[in-house]
């Protein structure tokens, strides 16, 4: 048996522990240095700002951009042939010049009174022709007295004229004006409108309607906004100056008419005819 001796195994173990440490040391200096340099170079890299790398497309890449792109090209251009005009019609169209206007013949004769729908009675009182534009144009001239106003009418549109009414015209609008008002249950501004297309529109029945709905008679408990008023005016004016002239009759008797028909300023009325024998019988007793 070998004889072991304690400075020997003391010896070795004490080599050992002195060799790990001096491992560990080497370690730990060599880690600090790998982190200073990791340091300078993150710092380097900050200050040199680096260059774009170009990124070298793979063949198989730009095949298919391409094919993306031409599929992309023939979808907007089918779009844009769905939206285009097939080339029959974008041929430009044939410009004809105008050098006279369409010839009618005349319904109206000068003097002769005409309903024009938005301004009322008027009466003729010229025919011109007329140059606008390089064409040549026939006119009636019309005078309306009420507005004091001139206007002129193509030949080719003397549809939009109308004729005077007639006498059965006209007593079926009294008998219009006599009946029972229609009045819709609507927004007034809707029955506005509906008012004044009717009066617009230049129909004698359509007025003797606005006239009708829009009377309130003598009755000073109603209460009529501004609106109404003014539309009933328009309607009465237009109504009495056609009544007038074909009733050939003055403008008083028309009126007592209208409103007699309407059951309007029936105590004015009234006042009139007491006054009138009180100053017959005044005249006699002078006269004595």
Same mark, same amino acid.
């Given at each position: 048996m070998k004889k072991i001796s304690l400075i020997n195994t003391l010896k070795k173990t004490f080599k050992t522990k002195k060799t790990e440490k001096k491992r560990k040391i080497k370690k730990s200096v060599i880690k600090q240095k790998k982190e200073k340099i990791v340091v300078k170079q993150k710092k380097e890299k900050v200050l040199k700002k680096p260059k774009a790398k170009i990124q070298k497309k793979s063949p198989k890449k730009a095949s298919k951009l391409k094919t993306?792109?031409?599929?992309?090209?023939?979808?907007?251009?089918?779009?844009?042939?769905? /939206?285009?005009?097939?080339?029959?019609?974008? #041929?430009? !169209?044939?410009? @004809?010049? =105008?050098?006279?206007?369409?010839?009618?013949?005349?319904?109206? @004769?000068?003097?002769?009174?005409?309903?024009?729908?938005?301004? $009322? =009675? $008027? #009466? +003729?009182?010229?025919?011109?022709?007329?140059? +606008?534009? $390089?064409?040549?144009?026939e006119t009636y001239i019309m005078k309306f007295e009420k507005d004091k106003a001139n206007g002129m009418v193509p030949v080719n549109k003397q549809s939009h004229l109308r004729p005077l009414a007639t006498i059965n015209q006209v007593n079926k609008c009294i008998s219009i004006l006599k *009946?029972? !008002?229609?009045?819709k249950r609507s927004m007034w501004s809707r029955r506005a409108q509906e008012y004044e297309a009717k009066i617009s529109s230049g129909k004698i029945y359509e007025l003797a309607e606005v006239v009708r709905d829009l009377n309130? $008679?003598?009755?000073?408990?109603? %209460?009529? *906004?501004? *609106?109404? &008023?003014? /539309?009933?005016?328009?309607?009465?004016? &237009?109504? /009495?100056?056609?009544?007038? +002239?074909?009733? %050939? +009759? *003055?403008?008083? %008797?028309?009126?007592? @008419?209208? %409103?007699?028909? /309407?059951?309007?300023?029936?105590?004015?009325?009234? #006042?009139?005819t007491e006054i009138k024998p009180a100053e017959e019988e005044i005249s006699e007793e002078i006269a004595k």
């Open positions: 993306l792109k031409n599929e992309k090209k023939e979808v907007t251009e089918n779009n844009t042939n769905l /939206l285009r005009i097939p080339k029959n019609s974008e #041929q430009k !169209p044939e410009i @004809k010049k =105008v050098k006279k206007q369409d010839t009618e013949k005349k319904e109206y @004769k000068i003097k002769d009174y005409v309903v024009y729908p938005k301004h $009322g =009675v $008027g #009466q +003729i009182t010229e025919f011109k022709k007329m140059n +606008i534009g $390089g064409i040549e144009i *009946s029972k !008002p229609k009045i309130k $008679g003598d009755d000073l408990m109603v %209460d009529q *906004s501004y *609106s109404e &008023r003014q /539309l009933f005016e328009k309607a009465y004016d &237009r109504i /009495l100056t056609e009544f007038q +002239i074909v009733l %050939d +009759i *003055s403008l008083e %008797d028309t009126q007592k @008419k209208l %409103d007699k028909a /309407l059951k309007r300023n029936l105590e004015k009325q009234v #006042q009139k």
